[in-house]
Every structure is written in structure tokens, then in C-alpha cells.
């Protein structure tokens, strides 16, 4: 009952922009938290953002590092997007969105409760 689906993946030049979107159903989406993770050939899964709708109770949106500056996640009532801008070969993975109850809490570890079937980012000239 519970399903996020990604969307918005595809074939980008380096420094070019993308926007990815995950469309949520089947629960409140507005008292969760949802989170943007990737997974790169050969590499470990990296959380890459998470936001809630109680900023002032985690500091939501929160970013990795390899990413802080160059993209942006927002929400509105259906829907969580990520915006990727600069981007770079090493951003190309398949990207996940997943879900959690409230807060962010734990996103760094992956520790979410639902996630989507992934979208594959390729940065390539």
C-alpha cells in the first residue's frame, strides 16, 4: 500500500541540471520524512538528503557533503523532489527515494521504512 516511485533520471552532460521527483501514496505523506540515497557502480549506498515537514525539530533539509551547495530538496503535498545542479561523472548512480515516520533522524544509515525502486543518473559528455 505504501509506494514511491522515482522519476526524473536520464543522461546529462557534466554541469548540467536534473530534477528527480518522488511521487508518494498509501500514507501521510505529510508527517514523514523522506529521504534521497544513491548507489554508484561498485560503491556503497550514500544518503544524499533527507527533509520532514518539522524543520524546526531536526534542522531538515539535511545534505551529504559531496553534494551540499549543488542540490536542493523540497517537497510540496505529493510529491519530494530533488534538484541536481553542477552536476559531475562521479554524481552518475541510481538514486532512491525512501520514507520514514517523521523526522530524519537515522537518515545518514539508511534507517528508512519504505523505499523506491531507484532512477538511474548518468553525468557523461
Known amino acids: 500500500q505504501v509506494q514511491l516511485v522515482e522519476s526524473g533520471g536520464g543522461l546529462v552532460q557534466p554541469g548540467g541540471s536534473l530534477r528527480l521527483s518522488c511521487a508518494a501514496s498509501g500514507f501521510t505523506f505529510d508527517i514523514h520524512a523522506i529521504g534521497w540515497f544513491r548507489q554508484a557502480p561498485g560503491k556503497e549506498r550514500e544518503g544524499v538528503s533527507c527533509i520532514s515537514s518539522f524543520h524546526s525539530s531536526d534542522g531538515s533539509p539535511h545534505y551529504a557533503d559531496s553534494v551540499k551547495g549543488r542540490f536542493t530538496t523540497s517537497r510540496d503535498n505529493t510529491t519530494v523532489y530533488l534538484q541536481m545542479n553542477s552536476l559531475e561523472p562521479e554524481d552518475t548512480a541510481i538514486y532512491y527515494c525512501?520514507?520514514?515516520?517523521?523526522?530524519?533522524?537515522?537518515?545518514?544509515?539508511?534507517?528508512?521504512?519504505?523505499w523506491g525502486k531507484g532512477t538511474l543518473v548518468t553525468v557523461s559528455s
Open positions: 525512501a520514507s520514514r515516520f517523521l523526522l530524519c533522524t537515522g537518515w545518514e544509515d539508511g534507517a528508512m521504512d519504505y
